[in-house]
């Protein structure tokens, strides 16, 4: 009878506490991309309400927290998720490499299945979607919240800021380039979080938790992607 290594089972042991600690960030980060998304919808009650709320996340807490606290807070949080995020990926990832000689790729690949089985496009595009989302969010904060990139024109306005830039087609373009990226990758990402939590144990939960994915993608493409288009055509502005 074969027997299973202490080695080899702590290495078990640690792949399948990475794919939790990915999946726990990515859920976080899905929470902040849904709380965001509500914010963003603010647009449409004008610039008051809009600037009214951004000024209103720095003074959440107060005096408890300083001024900023609690943003910096949800930030730094933020942060640490998609930073181990991004690190668990990349060790599972290496780990794949180095178990199947460099052709991790291939894995569900068959003579039937030239593209590969049990495997939907989103699933293919996870490591290059996530790299396209990596870059864009590093132009969107440098655009939209440290006011460093201005499209359109700066404005100490954070609405303002906001109307100026979607007011240009290229910048809604790559905006809804982005969110197409961002939304296979969570199409795949979402089901795979919760498998990696133990929560998928049966049939009916995975078709319902795919379902669910699927829906939770749907709305943050739309509710992301409305407000830009709406300002490129001119029903919202300043």
């Keep these: ?5 202490p080695t080899r089972t702590r290495a078990t042991a640690s792949s399948s506490a990475l794919h ?11 929470l902040f991309l849904l709380a965001h998304m509500y914010g963003n919808l603010k647009v449409f009650a004008g610039q008051e309400a809009f600037d009214g709320y951004s000024a209103y996340l720095r003074t959440v807490l107060e ?51 030239r593209r590969g089985v049990q495997r939907s496009y989103s ?8 790299l396209t989302i990596a870059l864009f969010v590093v ?21 303002l800021r906001m109307v100026n830039g979607f007011s240009i087609w290229w910048v809604v373009l790559s905006y809804a380039v982005a969110l197409v990226a961002l939304c296979l990758h969570l199409r795949h990402g979402i089901f795979s979080a919760l498998a990696s939590l133990g929560a998928a144990t049966s049939e009916v939960r995975r078709r319902r938790f795919n379902q669910l994915a699927v829906l939770i993608s749907a709305i943050l493409l739309l509710g992301f992607l409305v407000p830009p288009l709406c300002i490129l055509v001119g029903w919202v502005g300043p």
């Design 139 to 159: 132009y969107h904060l440098l655009h939209l919240t440290v006011n460093v990139i201005s499209p359109g024109g700066a404005s100490e306005s954070p609405y």
């Design 20 to 30: 939790a600690l990915m999946a726990v960030g990515g859920l976080i980060m899905v």
């Design 63 to 113: 005096p408890l927290l300083p001024y900023g606290g609690a943003l910096w807070i949800l930030r730094v949080i933020l942060l640490l998720s998609v930073g181990t995020h991004i690190w668990a990926a990349f060790v599972l990832w290496h780990r794949s490499r180095a178990a199947t000689g460099g052709r991790g790729g291939y894995r569900y690949q068959s003579n039937a299945h």
């Design 123 to 130: 699933s293919f595009t996870m490591r290059w979607g996530g």
């Design 1 to 5: 009878m074969m027997s299973i290594s």
